[in-house]
């Protein structure tokens, strides 16, 4: 880092809009180096912006040790704080701090992948022949969607299905937006979008919601239509109760759309009813959804949540 910059002083461009004296754009490193490392070595760390996160994006001060940084766990940003001030004072120089952080973070990405692997074996070693059934399946979701952080759950559910079943319904996917990009950023209609074979026009659109779907969801979603082209079906997938009459005023909207159609759907019914449809694919839903739990970055499927779908799973079979 250039002598002429202070570690100690990162401006955030959304609050300053420019730089100041001896600062440098900590975000700028992010997103022309930090994020490409990130992705292409799969390290176990968020792949947005470290200067975005809650600790750095409401701080436009010079990051001192008597300042207070929110984030958790509250001991790291104090220890951050306790590194910035260690290289501005020259006890550290910035190379060691990098060198040191990498070594760390490979050690715990190999820990995490090498537990993985341990379950994932377990859970061949112990399969029974006699896959799941469709309840059986239904419950072990069940159970997976009740643990913390699990708000991308339903998303990988629905792109599991679709996966699962392409060639019967002659549709499939487009690729999965990342868990925390917003749809105005990726110019998606919704969480999941669903095409035609062969085609890329967007004929079903899933968005879900881990709250009460609302009127004013209803109200964004026709806007949505309105500005797209093609959509033949725009489907809410919550995990909380159905309001009636949001679920009326969607219906209603049929006419007015021109025959386009608002749906309000509970995220286990949907499942049920799906591996009921297609009750001999049930298995290969399972192992799509596990496929997609696995590969999904930490910041959209923590490492705790990974570890417990297959305790879970191995649990379930066991019982078989």
Same mark, same amino acid.
Request: glycine content about 6%.
């Given at each position: 880092? +250039? ?10 461009? !959304? ?17 022309? %180096? ?6 292409? %070595?799969?390290?176990?760390?968020? #792949? ?12 436009n001060v010079v990051l001192t040790k008597d300042q207070k940084l929110r984030g958790r766990p509250a001991e790291m940003y104090e220890h951050i704080l306790d590194i910035l001030d260690a290289v501005h004072r020259g006890k550290l120089t910035a190379r060691e701090v990098l060198d040191e952080s990498v070594r760390?973070?490979? !050690? ?11 379950? $994932? ?6 399969? +029974?022949? $006699?896959?799941?059934? +469709?309840?059986?399946? !239904? ?9 913390? &952080? @699990?708000?991308?759950?339903? !998303? ?5 299905? *679709? ?7 002659? =549709? ?6 990342? &868990? ?25 659109? %899933? ?15 026709? =806007? ?9 079906? *725009? ?5 909380? #109760? ?11 909207? *049929? ?5 386009? =159609? ?34 999904? #970055? ?6 705790? $949540?990974?570890? @417990? ?12």
């Amino acid at each position: 880092m +250039s002598r002429s910059w202070n570690i100690r002083k990162p401006f955030i461009e !959304v609050y300053t809009g420019a730089a100041k004296k001896n600062a440098y754009s900590g975000r700028g490193y992010d997103e022309q %180096y930090i994020f490409d490392i990130i992705q292409r %070595y799969r390290l176990p760390c968020s #792949p947005t912006t470290a200067f975005l996160t809650p600790g750095f994006r409401t701080k436009n001060v010079v990051l001192t040790k008597d300042q207070k940084l929110r984030g958790r766990p509250a001991e790291m940003y104090e220890h951050i704080l306790d590194i910035l001030d260690a290289v501005h004072r020259g006890k550290l120089t910035a190379r060691e701090v990098l060198d040191e952080s990498v070594r760390l973070l490979l !050690v715990e990405r190999n820990q995490r992948k090498k537990r993985l692997e341990t379950l $994932l074996e377990g859970l061949r070693k112990d399969a +029974s022949e $006699l896959p799941l059934s +469709s309840e059986d399946i !239904v419950r072990l979701i069940e159970q997976h969607l009740q643990c913390k &952080h @699990a708000s991308r759950l339903p !998303v990988l559910i629905v792109a599991a299905a *679709y996966r699962a079943a392409a060639e019967k319904l002659g =549709e499939k996917i487009l690729r999965l937006n990342p &868990h925390n990009a917003a749809d105005k950023q990726t110019g998606a209609l919704g969480d999941v979008e669903i095409t035609l074979l062969g085609d890329d026009k967007v004929v079903t659109t %899933y968005e879900m919601k881990d709250k009460i779907v609302t009127k004013g969801d209803i109200d964004i979603a026709i =806007e949505k239509i309105v500005n797209g082209t093609g959509i033949q079906n *725009y489907i809410f997938i919550t995990t909380e #109760p159905i309001d009636p009459e949001v679920r009326a005023y969607a219906t209603a909207q *049929y006419a007015e759309l021109g025959g386009i =159609e608002i749906a309000i759907l509970d995220c286990l019914s949907f499942l049920r009813h799906f591996l009921h449809l297609f009750h001999r694919i049930r298995a290969d839903f399972l192992n799509r959804y596990q496929d997609l739990v696995l590969s999904e #970055p930490d910041s959209g499927v923590n490492q705790a $949540l990974k570890e @417990a779908f297959l305790a879970l799973r191995k649990a379930a079979e066991a019982t078989e």
